[in-house]
């Protein structure tokens, strides 16, 4: 980043309205976070206005008096660029734009150009890619004189809006071969995946708030040397590292990108090759940072997020990071694991619950398949591992292992009437 990116002055501003729902709206906490956001993008927040309104001002979304008022203290500050904590249309940032005479982003914008900033795989360089594409696409008009003042710096790195407006047809062009790109790197990550299941090592994923302590963990426990920062989506590129969770059972973790509220749905999108490792995940890991006074709103957001993503009947368990931190009258939760990653505090605890939740997520099956359901054992052979197969007068006796998604499309199959830990 260079020294004219790291002194840009922002103002930032948000709206507190019922009409936005809760999870939508503004208030100290989101606009206190955005402020972490805007400074790791490399900018200084010199201002922030707290608008409360019952509906959105359908011109300014802010409302006329209050547009004003941040075109003054813009103005006062000699800042560049605004801020919005909420996503508005693009009609309201050009008026915006326009009446400020300064560029204007939203918190997606500033969390995709974080992400342009962070990405290091080539994976992870298409994705964000395509997300900066489709975030900008409909908002290509009205910004150009005010976004190229910004030199190198916030918002404009990626694409950049200048190219952008020049060519619409060579975006979508572009946007097609970037999601060509992704399904072929999925298709790679599908074998992968099956090969890991074939192999019987399961695999435990990490999802959490950014700056939870994802990384931190995971170096702690597989010796990744992942990058570990004290600051926002330090981490965007999944990383998956071999570890033993007790002698003799082998398991990966996969590292995954932050979650926070309001995540860019084009960003959800465009890794949506990236977090479908959760739904092949035998165990998430729920790391919280447990030293956060806004840790019940960050659980809340990532568990909804998590809950999309992953498959219903994975089992999450909540690892409460950062304890050495943490306020000493927090209440506990009897079902978690309270650690400190940085120190190693309590790992031994949250291994032994990982092999113990580990050991009842693969099974190994005894199916009595008849002959005219060949499709059941391709199925067995192609996402499970077959340990044998005999043939008898009415049908086939397979010995297999399966993890619960795979078993539920054979279960009604099981020689047992149930099954055992595999």
Partial sequence: MTEDAKKQIAVIAGLASPALGEAQSS???????LAALVETAGG???????????????????????????????SAHE???????????????????????????????????????????????????????????????????????LGGGIGTRGPGETK???????????????????????????????????NSVPVVALVGYTNAGKSTLMNRVTDAGIPANNRLFDTLDMTTRAFEAEPG???LMTDTVGFIRRLP??????????????????LLL?????????????????????????????????????????????PRDPEGIYISAATG????????RIAELLKGSRRAVELHIPYSDGAALNLLYRDGRVESVEHGETGMTVRAVCDAKLYAAVRKYDARGGAQNG
């Fill in 27 to 33: 208030d100290e906490a989101s606009l206190s976070e």
């Fill in 44 to 74: 200084t927040v010199a201002a922030r206005v707290l608008q409360n309104r019952s509906t959105p001002d359908v011109r300014t979304f802010l409302g006329e008096g209050k547009a004003q008022e941040l075109k003054e203290l813009i």
């Fill in 79 to 149: 800042a560049e660029l605004l801020v919005l904590d909420n996503d508005i249309s693009p009609a309201q940032t050009r008026a915006l734009s326009e009446l400020c005479d300064c560029a204007v982003l939203t918190r997606s914008g500033i969390i995709l150009d974080i992400f342009a900033g962070r990405a290091r795989t080539a994976e992870g360089k298409l994705q964000v890619e395509l997300a900066q594409y489709k975030y900008l696409l409909p908002r290509l008009a009205g910004q150009g004189t005010a976004m190229s003042r």
């Fill in 164 to 198: 952008l407006e020049t060519d619409r047809r060579h975006i979508r062009s572009r946007m097609r071969r970037l999601e060509e790109e992704l399904e072929h790197l999925s298709a790679v990550r599908e074998q992968q995946r099956r090969a890991r299941l074939k």
């Fill in 249 to 251: 059972l082998p398991a």
């Fill in 265 to 282: 749905h084009t960003l959800i999108s465009s890794f949506e090759a990236t977090l479908s490792e959760l739904k092949y995940a035998e």
């Fill in 286 to 330: 729920h790391v919280i940072d447990c030293s956060d006074s806004e840790m019940t709103a960050q659980i809340a957001v990532t568990e909804a997020l998590a809950a999309d993503m992953a498959r219903e009947d994975t089992p999450i368990l909540r690892v409460y990071n950062k304890a050495d931190l943490a306020p000493a009258d927090l």
């Fill in 345 to 352: 505090e309590g790992i031994p605890e949250l291994l032994a």
